[in-house]
């Protein structure tokens, strides 16, 4: 064996230098591709962590504006009330109390929506149509000239579109309409003539017939 051992030594330890070179190798590339990873994990968290936010922020709801309306005739508790102009006339009959036994609300309509400054007259079982209009009028805020009435009834041809909406079945869009209409093709010269308007047909002129005038 010492023979063998004095024979190759050299060999031998040149063998050992490159085991322990390539061990050294290993341990020391080993380690640096094991910070290399870690050095990238912590930049790739770095960056995300920068970028901004990509959920979608809430959308802000609008809030609803108040208005006051005036709550008239057979309610329980007639007065002013503070709503929003999201709501409708059904909504005012509520706050008001509802109706009373004698109240006689065929001709309202529940579902217009509530604008500032209106006025909501319900009229009572046996009013004529010519009384509850005269109620209405004399309850609605004044609107410059107010030409807009006479003998109870409405001009449809000289009424602003707060006092036609007055009128029922008579929205905004159709007041509109109406005054559109008129600014067109000139006065109404008969009450029928009304049903020309885009909108107003046979049912809702009855409605109207005995609250409209054209002088």
Same mark, same amino acid.
């Given at each position: 064996?010492q023979?063998f051992?004095?024979?190759?030594?050299k060999q031998?330890?040149? =063998?050992?230098g490159?085991?322990?070179?390539? =061990?050294?190798?290993?341990?020391v590339f080993?380690?640096?591709s094991?910070? %290399?990873?870690?050095?990238?994990?912590d930049?790739m968290?770095?960056?995300?962590?920068d970028?901004?936010s990509t959920?979608?922020?809430?959308?802000?709801e609008t809030?609803?504006?108040?208005i006051?309306?005036?709550v008239?005739g %057979?309610?329980?508790?007639?007065?002013?009330y503070t709503?929003?102009e999201e709501?409708?006339i059904?909504?005012?009959?509520e706050?008001?109390g509802?109706?009373?036994?004698?109240?006689?609300p065929?001709?309202?309509?529940?579902?217009?929506k509530l604008?500032?400054?209106?006025v909501?007259?319900?009229p009572?079982?046996?009013?004529?149509?010519? @009384?509850?209009?005269e109620q209405?009028i004399q309850a609605s805020?004044?609107?410059?000239? *107010?030409? *807009?009435?006479s003998? *109870?009834?409405i001009n449809i041809?000289?009424?602003?579109e707060g006092?036609?909406t007055?009128?029922?079945?008579i929205?905004p %869009?159709k007041a509109?309409a109406?005054?559109?209409?008129?600014s067109?093709?000139?006065?109404?010269q008969?009450?029928e003539?009304?049903k020309?308007?885009?909108?107003? *047909?046979d049912?809702t002129f @009855?409605?109207l017939k005995?609250?409209?005038d054209v002088k």
């Amino acid at each position: 064996m010492q023979p063998f051992l004095e024979k190759y030594k050299k060999q031998i330890a040149l =063998l050992g230098g490159v085991v322990a070179a390539i =061990l050294i190798y290993l341990l020391v590339f080993d380690d640096s591709s094991n910070r %290399a990873t870690i050095e990238t994990i912590d930049q790739m968290t770095l960056a995300a962590s920068d970028e901004p936010s990509t959920i979608p922020e809430t959308e802000i709801e609008t809030e609803s504006k108040p208005i006051v309306v005036d709550v008239k005739g %057979a309610v329980i508790y007639p007065g002013v009330y503070t709503l929003s102009e999201e709501q409708r006339i059904v909504d005012a009959v509520e706050a008001a109390g509802g109706y009373t036994d004698d109240a006689n609300p065929v001709l309202i309509n529940h579902a217009q929506k509530l604008h500032d400054e209106m006025v909501i007259y319900i009229p009572k079982i046996g009013e004529e149509p010519e @009384e509850v209009m005269e109620q209405i009028i004399q309850a609605s805020p004044a609107t410059g000239s *107010g030409s *807009g009435s006479s003998n *109870g009834k409405i001009n449809i041809n000289k009424a602003s579109e707060g006092e036609l909406t007055q009128l029922p079945g008579i929205g905004p %869009a159709k007041a509109a309409a109406i005054i559109q209409h008129r600014s067109e093709q000139g006065n109404f010269q008969i009450i029928e003539d009304l049903k020309n308007v885009t909108g107003i *047909g046979d049912k809702t002129f @009855e409605q109207l017939k005995d609250l409209i005038d054209v002088k």
